[in-house]
């Protein structure tokens, strides 16, 4: 007999019953076996309600967190967009003195290039000035091509082909240099 077997049996109080003179519940499933089940089933209904109701409102927070990230991705499109408006409408003006001063024309160019990296700044993606004679760091740097320069050790940037914007994890994209090698 394990344990378990001995809680479920009535304790023997005798051949009369119990020692409060009733008698003990039927053991083969009668009106108090059947109200512990009724209970038990009842209880099991409930739990189960519950958890489908936990159910649905994690797909209804799944569904709302969904439809606010992409109102937050819309919302920041639109600004990081209106932040290139007054660039373009500068470059509309540029286009329409095409027939100008090549001399203003060049400066306005210039400008509009000037505007452009401030928004690129403000977005925090500020233009990086990798000089020529720095060490080749993979993380910041694209070697585009590399070339024996006896003036340069080896290992540096010895030209810069397009400039990188940002830092760290936060950047837009590498500078593409030409990096010295030994001479040969």
């Known amino acids: 007999m394990t344990p378990r077997d001995a809680e479920a049996r009535p304790p023997d109080h005798g051949a009369t019953g ?8 039927d053991p083969a499933g009668g009106a108090g076996a059947a109200e512990g089940t009724d209970a038990l089933q009842a209880r099991i209904a409930e739990l189960e309600d519950l958890w489908r109701r936990a159910l649905a409102d994690l797909d209804n927070v ?3 967190m969904a439809r606010e990230a992409a109102s937050l991705q819309a919302g920041e ?3 990081v967009a209106s932040e290139w408006l007054p660039v373009i409408d500068n470059l509309d003006l540029a286009l329409q003195h095409a ?4 001399v203003s024309i060049v400066k306005g160019v210039e400008a509009v290039r ?3 990296q401030s928004v690129l700044a403000n977005l925090g993606y500020p233009r990086r000035e990798d000089d020529v004679g720095t060490r080749f760091d993979p993380a910041r740097h694209e070697a585009a091509a590399t070339v024996a320069d006896p003036g340069a050790a080896e290992g540096t940037v010895v030209r810069v082909l397009r400039p990188g914007y940002g830092d760290g994890e936060r950047q837009l994209r590498p500078a593409a240099v030409v990096v010295a090698t030994r001479s040969p």
């Open 77 to 79: 499109r639109a600004r």
């Open 18 to 25: 119990r020692d409060d003179g009733t008698e003990p519940a």
């Open 99 to 102: 027939e100008s001063d090549p």
């Open 114 to 116: 000037d505007q452009a």
């Open 62 to 64: 799944r569904k709302r």
